[in-house]
């Protein structure tokens, strides 16, 4: 399977924060804003896979900064990393306000996604080919987070996380 630069399935989802969206506070309820980060992670995983692809995982998201009424919110995703059939995806958020005219980073977070078949059974996705630094840095720190993840989904024993052990036991040697 040939593989694919993260240019070609970066992805920008953009929404004005309306009241319906809010909660008491007029601010953007941190319900929606991740349901909208996984929408444009989904979006992003769908177009590097060419095919449906799910929400495995979310790694931790911290809302440290309100997103108010009106504000204009900017979701960026990228595919960082393509695995078997599962693949990590960067989000980063950012909001506006028209009259401040200044763009804040608010959030960002790792989803794993992972692309089906046709009968919805899990199945292998193209490669990813990172060219700029920051893609590559992100690439190559990929696997840590995997295996961390991994192990607190309870799904990779700890004695299993090659990676992890290399950073924390190699440095010990
Ligand atoms: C995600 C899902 C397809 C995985 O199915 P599964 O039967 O566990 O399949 P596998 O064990 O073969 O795992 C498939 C891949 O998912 C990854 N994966 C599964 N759970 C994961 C988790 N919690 N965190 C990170 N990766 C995970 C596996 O590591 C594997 O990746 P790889 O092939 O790149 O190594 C399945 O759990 C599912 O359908 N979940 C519901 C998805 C959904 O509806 N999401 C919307 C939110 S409700």
Same mark, same amino acid.
């Given at each position: 399977?040939?593989?694919?630069?993260?240019?070609?399935?970066?992805?920008?989802?953009?929404?004005?924060?309306?009241?319906?969206?809010?909660?008491?506070?007029?601010?953007?309820?941190?319900?929606?804003?991740?349901?909208?980060?996984?929408?444009?992670?989904?979006?992003?995983?769908?177009?590097?896979?060419? #095919?449906?692809? &799910?929400?495995?995982?979310?790694?931790?998201?911290? $809302?440290?900064?309100?997103?108010?009424? %009106?504000?204009? =919110?900017?979701?960026?995703?990228?595919?960082?990393?393509?695995?078997?059939?599962?693949?990590?995806?960067?989000?980063?958020?950012?909001?506006?306000?028209?009259?401040? #005219?200044?763009? &804040?980073?608010?959030?960002?977070?790792?989803?794993? $996604?992972?692309?089906?078949?046709?009968? %919805?059974?899990? =199945?292998?996705?193209?490669?990813?080919?990172?060219?700029?630094?920051?893609?590559?840095?992100?690439?190559?720190?990929?696997?840590?987070?995997?295996?961390?993840?991994?192990?607190?989904?309870?799904?990779?024993?700890?004695?299993?996380?090659?990676?992890?052990?290399?950073?924390?036991? %190699?440095?010990?040697?």
């Amino acid at each position: 399977m040939q593989g694919k630069k993260v240019s070609e399935s970066f992805t920008t989802f953009t929404q004005i924060v309306m009241p319906n969206d809010t909660n008491s506070m007029n601010n953007l309820m941190g319900g929606n804003l991740l349901r909208w980060m996984d929408i444009a992670c989904g979006i992003c995983g769908g177009k590097h896979a060419n #095919r449906l692809v &799910v929400t495995a995982a979310v790694d931790n998201v911290s $809302f440290s900064r309100p997103i108010k009424i %009106g504000d204009v =919110v900017t979701i960026n995703a990228q595919v960082t990393r393509v695995f078997n059939t599962s693949m990590e995806i960067f989000v980063d958020v950012y909001k506006e306000n028209y009259r401040q #005219r200044e763009k &804040v980073k608010c959030n960002e977070a790792y989803y794993t $996604f992972v692309a089906l078949d046709d009968d %919805g059974r899990p =199945v292998e996705c193209c490669e990813l080919i990172p060219e700029t630094d920051e893609e590559k840095h992100r690439y190559e720190r990929a696997l840590r987070r995997r295996e961390l993840r991994l192990i607190l989904a309870g799904r990779m024993k700890p004695e299993d996380a090659k990676e992890l052990k290399e950073i924390f036991l %190699g440095e010990m040697k």
